[in-house]
């Protein structure tokens, strides 16, 4: 049966409505943050352990030099490898890559900008650092204390305790998992600072189900990204089908972005950029920003991009189409408004036609491309454009 496109318009605000009053009964984030996805920049894609307090600070100088602050990306995020060991009242300490947790905080705020750090719910992280297991209550007042705006938890040790306690099976002691990142919700809740939660856990029992019951504002739908176009792109377009479970205040997150790390082409990277930004994933680059190339640079901030996946609806978006290795995918968006990507995943270039009527737009439809970043025409209601190999064609459609 064919619904118009009005009609199609109200069911999705209606079913938004029901939505949004479904959340505030049964959802915990109810701290008002992460209206739209988190942006920001992450320590671990580009510099894993190794990186230091130096590093942080310089991330947050380039971020308001280069305009990527003023282009929405907020949060500097120290990942895994700052922890160093409890002190006698189990109060967590930072190692001495990180001398002065505090001091380095109110720099980044200094700047405008917001911290990230990272924890485990068990007892070490993913790179054997000591976890938060048994100190959740004091892990949250200290970072409350720094000054510490968001939080990755992430799995890792835990792991081991569920697997024990499902007899071999991760998945089976799923109650307990569900706690353990509860348990930490409510301690950051109790210490009065929002402080954005990410959940860290790798997909595992659809996460997206119960992310936001436990106060999730974002969790990782898959294990981890790297930086080729192989492994980006079998987690973006694994994505197909999470639109219905993200919405302000509570995102799917495929991974942190590897614009600009060297492992994929040009094209590849604005297929990256492009995927995440319909997925209305969050966007926390993951490049070294000091040595990042003008090219880096220009997909990281390009204004078109940003505002699809900052895009006040909060609704992410799905694929439409798959034919072969082409695929056409939309993300409504406010003020009626679509963003559309015709993504080739195929080894040559080829055309890649877009049905203007079909997605509900009349003849007076504009479109604009947002890689070559401007307007194209539309002829008798239907847009071809030639899609190169891994590459993509990023639309904005307007009535
Ligand atoms: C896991 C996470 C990564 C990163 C590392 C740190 O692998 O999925 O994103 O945080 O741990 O050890």
Known sequence: MQITSAIR??????????????????NLQLNGIAATPP????????????????????????????????????????????EGERNAEGFIQSNSKFPDMKALADYVHSKGLKI????????????????SLGHEMQ??????????????????????????????????????????????????????????YSLCQYGMNSV???????????????GDIKDTYERMSLIGFSQAGLAKYAGPG?????????????????????????LWVILAAPLLAGNDLSKMTPETLSILENRDAIAIDQDVLGKQGDRLSAVG?????????????????????GELSQPMTVDLKQLGFGDSARLRDVWAAKSVDVAGGVYTATVPKHGVVLLRITK
């Not at 320590?43 to 282009?71: E, I, L, P, Y």
């Not at 007042?141 to 697997?163: E, M, V």
């Not at 993300?331 to 990507?341: L, N, Q, R, T, W």
Request: proline residues 4%.
């Open 250 to 274: 509570h995102w799917n997150d495929p991974d942190m972005l590897e614009v600009g790390n060297g492992g994929m082409s040009s094209e590849e990277y604005l297929t990256h950029m492009s």
């Open 9 to 26: 318009r109200s069911l999705s605000v209606a079913l938004l409505s029901s939505i949004a009053v479904a959340a505030t009964a049964q």
């Open 139 to 196: 892990d949250a007042k200290t970072y409350a204390a720094w000054g510490i705006d968001f939080l990755k938890y992430d799995l890792c040790s835990y792991g081991d305790i569920l697997k024990a306690e499902g007899h071999g099976d991760v998945a089976a002691a799923f109650p307990l998992q569900k706690e353990a990142y509860k348990r930490m919700h409510d301690a950051l809740a109790a210490t009065g600072r929002p402080i954005v």
């Open 208 to 222: 997206w189900e119960w992310g936001p019951e436990v106060g999730g504002n974002l969790w990782r739908t898959t």
């Open 116 to 131: 990230g750090i990272y924890s485990s719910p068990g007892s070490r992280t993913c790179a054997k650092y000591p976890g």
């Open 325 to 345: 290795t082409l695929e056409i995918w939309t993300k409504p968006m406010s003020h009626g408004e679509m963003a559309v990507a015709l993504f080739n995943r």
């Open 39 to 82: 942006m920001g920049w992450n320590s671990w894609n580009h510099f894993f352990q190794k990186v230091t307090d130096a590093d942080v600070r310089a991330a947050a100088d380039v971020m308001v030099k280069n305009g990527m602050r003023d282009a929405g990306y907020t949060y500097v995020n120290i990942d895994d490898s700052w």
